[in-house]
């Protein structure tokens, strides 16, 4: 008899213990959808078509449970998982995101989260995933936050230091699930099992990048270009340096929220996009580089970007130019931007901002 009750007490207490299957996957734009419906083809540009990316070695997730007496929702459980490149699948993602019918990476190596409370659960999960070691909140290692007081507002608040050359050059590779991202009116990572105890909550995030890409496209008009007899005629682009980029700390969960008082005099610079020693890119070319979206507290609607370009090798003059790109600090995903240059003369010492289309 006292044996069977041990048994039985112990039986109920490990079915209390719910435990929420998690799955994380990237996208990945293979055209798939582009030979099935050409309608569905992505921009020219988009990241995907032509990239190699790095697939992530860190995963940060962080489940939150919602008190409703307090109405308050606190850090529950937060890890810092470190996935091999063998434990990424390619598959196709059939779940109910936009993503639908696209090629995905998927972790393969499940994340059980252990719910240990008892009753009705109401959460959600958070993650950034990043093939660099990431640091928080200006220099903290995941591990030293002080996750036992942290709430939502806490969570939503983190941000990353994108100063470092390694973490610049490795922005691509960094991705999150976005926090206003919706799905049938509330956040696509959230889950519930309240009302209905016996059901097995499930999460499949799908992460985004947390910096734009830019690409950029220029031409010399064929007529105008620079010819060995007569060099002083003619026009070539002889280099081209991306400037003044944002290497603040980031927001991981919110990242068309990042602002700056003012725009930088000094900032994260790609320089040696052109060189005049790239003769095959003189008339005509690509690049792409990515970068942290911000908007200048000054001017709320524009994400500024600027560019020198110098024409036919002078070491001086060059056209320095500060692109406004429109964004709203609402939209969910970060822009993607490409632009055109065309050049038909040579371009003087001058500052330019334009808004960009």
């Known amino acids: 008899m006292v044996i069977a009750m041990t048994a039985c007490t112990e039986h109920q207490r490990v079915a209390d213990r719910v435990t929420l299957p998690l799955t994380v996957s990237l996208p990945l734009d293979d055209n798939y959808r582009a ?3 050409p309608a569905h083809r992505r921009v020219l540009g988009d990241p995907g078509t032509t990239e190699e990316f790095l697939l992530p070695q860190h995963l940060y997730y962080f489940l939150l449970r919602y008190n409703a007496g307090l109405d308050t929702w606190k850090v529950w459980q937060a890890v810092d998982a470190e996935p091999q490149a063998e434990e990424w699948a390619k598959k196709r993602y059939s779940g109910s995101l936009k993503t639908a019918g696209d090629t995905i990476y998927q972790y393969t190596k499940e994340i059980t989260l252990l719910l240990k409370g008892e009753g009705a659960f109401i959460g959600r999960v958070y993650a950034i995933a990043s093939a660099e070691p990431l640091t928080f909140n200006g220099d903290k290692a995941f591990d030293e936050l002080d996750f036992e007081h942290m709430d939502l507002d806490d969570v939503l608040g983190l941000t990353f230091n994108a100063s470092s050359t390694t973490i610049q050059r490795s922005l691509q590779n960094i991705y999150s699930s976005p926090y206003n991202y919706n799905v049938n009116g509330d956040y696509y990572g959230a889950f519930s099992n309240k009302g209905e105890l016996l059901k097995v909550p499930y999460v499949h995030l799908m992460l985004y990048h947390v910096a734009s890409k830019v690409d950029i496209k220029w031409n010399v008009q064929e007529d105008k270009r620079i010819n060995r007899e007569n060099p002083s005629a003619g026009v070539r682009l002889t280099y081209m340096e991306a400037r003044r980029l944002y290497n603040g700390n980031a927001y991981c969960f919110k990242p068309m929220r990042n602002t700056k008082a003012s725009l930088p005099v000094s900032g994260y610079d790609i320089p040696n996009i052109v060189t005049e020693s790239d003769e095959g890119l003189w008339w005509e070319g690509r690049a792409y580089f990515y970068t942290i979206p911000y908007i200048v507290e000054s001017n709320e609607d524009y994400f500024p970007l600027q560019l020198l370009m110098r024409t036919n090798g002078t070491s001086g003059a060059g056209y320095r130019l500060t692109l406004n790109q429109p964004i709203d600090t609402a939209d969910v ?19 330019a901002v334009k808004t960009a289309s």
Do not use: H, M
């Not at 995903?333 to 500052?351: A, Q």
């Open 35 to 37: 030979q099935q419906a």
């Open 333 to 351: 995903f970060v822009p993607w931007i490409r632009g055109d240059f065309n050049f038909s003369k040579p371009l003087e010492d001058t500052e």
